[in-house]
């Protein structure tokens, strides 16, 4: 049984499609078009309708166009460009044109564009090209990215070509060369003086691990096999490098692999790592400094009363809000070269204080109310549980000694005394930077947590069904090159990625077929989304 059905999409449109039931399941037979009005669902729903009444059904060959008799359109469409609905004149050569589909190739131009820019087109592949700027308007699996791109108006590769596409990017290093590509369009157009380096997780949705797919350490709390992404961007978030690790791989074993692969690359010397405190280890800093490379990373809180100790000494636990304290900090822990004998604070020097690293703290008013809010809370839920009022794992500030439980009274002085302040490791002397730009340096960090928020939900990097490695180091090679043309279209318009696809994919240019020919017809463009079109391809507005 041979039958039309209406789906919804990801992207809010309405897909119409022909199926059939094979034993006892739906298998789509061919997909007739996505409407995002109701005026263009009538016309791909009559359309379905002529497939259906084609002689040819049984064999359903869709690619041959059926001449069935006209037919008046069922809605009512803009005048100009169609006659009257319900009017039927005999076929000739002064007929009424026939809607055979429409796309929204304006956008698929538009993406196309801004990966012409960046250089990209000198892989010289169109496919790998497709499934990027797929990708980017509505990420989906590989054999559904066919749907997507004939949406956009583009003939779609058959589903074993993209497939040999995905070997064709591993084989040809396609990462290295976009990589290339990337640092020159950051180079010439941003700051690559310092860059920012972050970690995620991309789980997959597989029963067995092997050599890179592994459980580990999962942010979101999950047992699937998973691997570990490193992702270094520019301050602004342009992607410059993109790793992959085993799932159970230390995020601090990370870090190292993935800047002196890009320091390689690039032949760079003089260069600024940010990362934060999950990437704070003593042999990360050690090897970024042997390389030559200058680094700021958030510090631990542990290491605050060490690295205070002379301003708890000489001022207590007073602090004023926005205060900046210039220290230093142990390298190892094992050593601690600051004097609380003396009422200043060291100026960190590599010469005098070889075991040492600089350290930045700063307070907050703000901080300290969040930070209070939250103790007070652990504070209670520690008494509940000593208490016998709340079974459940000790939680925080609550000490066992003999069998009994009681308050960590200490602990929780401590951390109050600690309330509102932020701590920042770095090697960069305070004579070339400042106290306050190694904050604000830092700050940039959630540059590279967007670009993976991007990554996750915008380019649905997860979940992956891929199982070969080569075939995952592909998926994330049009992950990173998706993001590369998504943060520049962002950087030229202003707009965030899911807001441009929103306002140019209803922009759909139709094909008619009239006299014997197929004509496409662009549509009106509102000013609005004309000034989007203009500002992403306006070489003038790089990044």
Known sequence: MVFIRRVLTASGATAVQIAEYVRGRQRIVEHVGSAHTEAELGLLLERARELLENPAQGVLELGIEPTPPVKGLIVPVEAGLFETAGAVTPAGRDS??????????????????VFTALGFDGLGDEVFRDLVIARVVEPTSLLDAGRVLRDLGQPAASYATMKRTL?????????????????????????????????????????????LR??????????????????????????????????????????VPIVKQFQARHNLADMVVVADA???????????????????VGSRMTKAPADLASHFRWHGDAFTDGQLIDTITPRTGHKNENNTDLRAE????????????????????????????????????????????????????????GGAQSLDEVSLRRARQLAGLKGYVTNIPAATMGASEVIGSYHDLWHVEQS????????????????????????????????????????KTGLAIGNVIKQLRPLRSATIAINGTNQTFAPVIPAGQQAILDAIQDPKVTH
């Not at 180079?187 to 690559?192: A, E, F, L, Q, Y």
Request: net charge positive; charged share 30%.
């Open 214 to 255: 592994k459980v580990g350490y999962s942010k979101e709390r999950r047992v699937d096999p998973q691997i570990v992404v490193g992702l270094l961007v520019d301050r602004g978030g342009f992607p410059l490098e993109i790793g992959c690790f085993e799932g159970n791989k230390a995020e601090t074993a990370t870090i």
């Open 452 to 491: 993976f928020r991007m990554s996750k939900t915008d380019l649905r990097a997860r979940p992956m069904f891929h199982r070969t490695r080569d075939a995952i180091e592909a998926h994330l090679t049009i992950v990173f090159t998706a993001l590369a043309v998504s943060r520049t279209i962002q950087a």
């Open 167 to 211: 070997g064709r990017a591993a084989a040809g290093k396609y990462r290295d060369r976009i990589a290339t590509w990337c640092f020159q369009h950051a180079s010439t157009s941003g700051d690559i003086s310092l860059v920012l380096y972050d970690v995620t997780t991309l789980y997959f949705e597989a029963e067995k691990e092997d050599e």
């Open 278 to 296: 999950g990437m704070l280890s003593a042999s990360n800093l050690r090897e970024l400094d042997e390389a030559d490379l200058r680094f700021i």
């Open 346 to 401: 060291p100026v960190w020097d590599p010469g005098t204080h070889p075991g040492s690293w600089r350290a930045v703290w700063a307070y907050s008013r703000k901080r300290a109310a969040r930070d209070a809010i939250t103790l007070t809370a652990q504070e209670n839920r520690a008494r509940e549980v000593i208490e016998g009022q709340k079974t459940a794992r000790t939680p925080r500030f609550v000490k066992t000694s």
């Open 96 to 113: 009424p044109g026939r809607v055979v589909g429409t796309d929204s190739r304006i956008l698929f131009d538009a993406l196309a564009s």
